[in-house]
Antibody, heavy 127, light 107 residues
Framework: EVQLVESGGGLVQPGGSLRLSCVASGFTFSRGWVTWVRQAPGKGLEWVAN????????NYVDSVKGRFTISRDNAKNSVYLQMNSLRVEDTAVYFC????????????????????WGQGTIVTVSS | AIQMTQSPSSLSASVGDRVTITCRASQAIRNDLSWYQQKPGKAPKLLIY???SLQSGIPLRFSGSGSGTDFTLTISSLQPEDFATYYCLQDYYYPRTFGQGTKLEIK
């Protein structure tokens, strides 16, 4: 079965740290980008970060730059999100997703979309 | 960052209705846009990629269109399982950005 499973969420005080994990199974993990998306309670989706197949390229939303680090270990089919200097506003469900690239031969263009999602892990930042 | 503005924010409709949700980008994004459906307590599900390509396994009543800055998601005949929140996501610029969501409710 193709799936992603997140773990590592929990309750942490402001200024604290957490490391989230996302483990893939059922597909060739090392071929694709992986993305983290979060959703604050009662709010919409927010794109957080993504990482290239070999880890050589990483992108972040401005609000987490310098505090969060995305990494991966293809031998373990895993992607991680190290979250430091956590703030109350980082409270959310964190989802990982496979960032699949579709190739259109007719145009020669590539398109990305998040085609497989984990169930999410809850991060609560509170004193 | 690119702003993605969805409209309406919420929508009441009946089973069998045709509904359209709009997403507007603050800058042109070619057709690098995807649509997602999310039900309460669940992960989002990919419906449409590249603005108009239907993801495998998604019913044909879902369709997408648009290019540049204006995009639409259309559900041709609402089914009970379609009542959910829908999001667009631009995949052209970093950081990627979602629309704020459209909650589709039963009338």
């Amino acid at each position: 079965e193709v799936q992603l499973v997140e773990s590592g969420g929990g309750l942490v005080q402001p200024g604290g740290s957490l490391r989230l994990s996302c483990v893939a199974s059922g597909f060739t993990f090392s071929r694709g980008w992986v993305t983290w998306v979060r959703q604050a309670p009662g709010k919409g989706l927010e794109w957080v970060a993504n990482i290239k197949q070999d880890g050589s390229e990483k992108n972040y939303v401005d609000s987490v730059k310098g505090r969060f680090t995305i990494s991966r270990d293809n031998a373990k089919n895993s992607v991680y999100l190290q979250m430091n200097s956590l703030r109350v506003e980082d409270t959310a469900v964190y989802f990982c997703a496979r960032d699949y690239t579709y190739y259109f031969q007719s145009s020669g263009y590539y398109y990305d979309a998040l085609d497989i999602w984990g169930q999410g892990t809850i991060v609560t930042v509170s004193s | 960052a690119i702003q993605m503005t969805q409209s309406p924010s919420s929508l009441s409709a009946s089973v069998g209705d045709r509904v359209t949700i709009t997403c507007r980008a603050s800058q042109a994004i070619r057709n690098d846009l995807s649509w997602y459906q999310q039900k309460p307590g669940k992960a989002p599900k990919l419906l449409i990629y590249a603005a108009s390509s239907l993801q495998s396994g998604i019913p044909l009543r879902f369709s997408g269109s648009g290019s540049g800055t204006d995009f639409t998601l259309t559900i041709s005949s609402l089914q009970p399982e379609d009542f959910a929140t829908y999001y667009c996501l631009q995949d052209y610029y970093y950081p990627r950005t979602f629309g704020q969501g459209t909650k589709l409710e039963i009338k």
